[in-house]
């Protein structure tokens, strides 16, 4: 299996902060900026994928990353997963990758500090 990860959540700037409570918008990119270096330094070959929570314009931007490569594994974030009102985005974005990577292997974080936990249940960099 390709180690290479497509890490997936959603796009800071769609989030509705006021669910959020101790969280913006800067905090919350410098957090994902940060988990991302972390994988990089972690040596995880991982590519960020940040999407609208429109089902349609997430579905085109996971299809479009898919396009640039071999990936064994997808990390989906707590945001595209948790929400409620994002039952169809989930549903759209695991169909999107098990359509078009057989065999890709799904993996879920908690938060952007714990995806290298989550990328080391399925593969070591």
């Known amino acids: ?3 290479r990860v497509l890490s997936i959540g959603l796009h800071p700037r769609t989030l509705d902060y006021s669910k959020l409570p101790g ?3 800067a905090s919350f990119t410098a957090r994902i900026q940060a988990g991302n270096a972390a994988l990089r330094e972690a040596g995880f070959d991982a590519v960020s994928c940040l999407i ?13 990353e898919l396009k640039g490569g071999d990936f064994g594994l997808a990390m989906i ?6 929400l409620p009102e994002h ?3 989930f549903e759209r974005i ?3 990758l098990t359509e ?3 065999g890709i292997r799904l993996c879920f974080n908690t938060s952007p500090e714990s995806t290298i936990d989550a990328l080391r249940r399925w593969i070591e960099p």
Request: charged fraction near 25%.
């Open 1 to 3: 299996m390709s180690t």
């Open 100 to 102: 078009a990577v057989p």
């Open 77 to 82: 974030g707590a945001g595209v997963r948790m």
């Open 23 to 25: 969280i913006d918008e």
């Open 52 to 64: 609208d929570p429109d089902p349609d314009l997430a579905e085109a931007a996971v299809r479009e």
């Open 87 to 89: 039952t169809v985005l």
């Open 94 to 96: 695991v169909n999107v």
